[in-house]
């Protein structure tokens, strides 16, 4: 019966140890950047008071070139990564870009990050499905690490706000639908 006793302890010094791990991964240095704490729901936003600014990403373009998310401040900008062999990106990112044709003219920036892939597949791919919007070649998938820890699931999408904070982290394949109710009230905002 000793060891019964024990057990109330035993949890609530778990319980916090797991509230410090969790602290410790939703914050960052002096509060202010974002980093990865949970999902967000299909259709939802981060409230604009909770957003956290989100780290300048970018890369090197598939074709040559650079891209920054500096450089799409004041601007919604939609961040997808995928790769080629992943089976709900194929269906996704043609998607996208069917979704990023539309709404461009409307101030939406869409950057892509190819992960995990082989170049010459990632190629093909967007040449295949006459992939638009700029896509940066991210083999070691480094970028996610540096937006915040994002686990390292695909396809996922993240929603930036106009003032470069982090509206919406989606670990789900999205279709346009998904998109276009949070697209428009992040281009309403102010």
């Known amino acids: 019966m000793p060891h019964?006793?024990?057990i109330p302890r035993l949890l609530a010094a778990l319980a916090t140890c797991g509230a410090l791990v969790l602290s410790a991964c939703s914050s960052a240095s002096g509060g202010e950047e974002f980093h990865f704490a949970s999902k967000t729901t299909k259709g939802s936003l981060i409230a604009p008071d909770k957003r956290k600014p989100a780290q300048d990403v970018g890369g090197t373009l598939i074709d040559g070139g650079h891209v920054s998310l500096a450089d799409e401040k004041g601007k919604v900008t939609l961040l997808?990564?995928?790769?080629?062999?992943?089976g709900p990106c194929k269906?996704?990112?043609?998607?996208?870009?069917?979704?990023?044709?539309?709404?461009?003219?409307?101030?939406?920036?869409?950057?892509?990050?190819d992960t995990k892939d082989d170049k010459g597949a990632a190629k093909s791919f967007i040449a295949q499905n006459d992939i638009s919007f700029p896509v940066v070649y991210d083999q070691p998938g480094a970028v996610q690490l540096k937006l915040g820890n994002i686990p390292g699931v695909l396809p996922?999408?993240?929603?930036?706000?106009?003032?470069?904070?982090?509206?919406?982290?989606?670990?789900?394949?999205?279709?346009?639908?998904?998109?276009?109710?949070?697209?428009?009230?992040?281009?309403?905002?102010?």
């Not at 982090?166 to 639908?177: R, T």
């Open 4 to 6: 019964i006793r024990r």
């Open 80 to 86: 997808n990564f995928w790769a080629s062999w992943c």
């Open 156 to 190: 996922f999408t993240v929603l930036v706000d106009k003032q470069g904070r982090v509206a919406a982290v989606y670990l789900d394949k999205l279709s346009p639908k998904d998109l276009q109710g949070p697209l428009s009230t992040l281009l309403a905002e102010h």
């Open 91 to 113: 269906v996704e990112t043609p998607q996208l870009d069917s979704l990023y044709r539309q709404e461009k003219s409307k101030g939406i920036r869409f950057i892509g990050f």
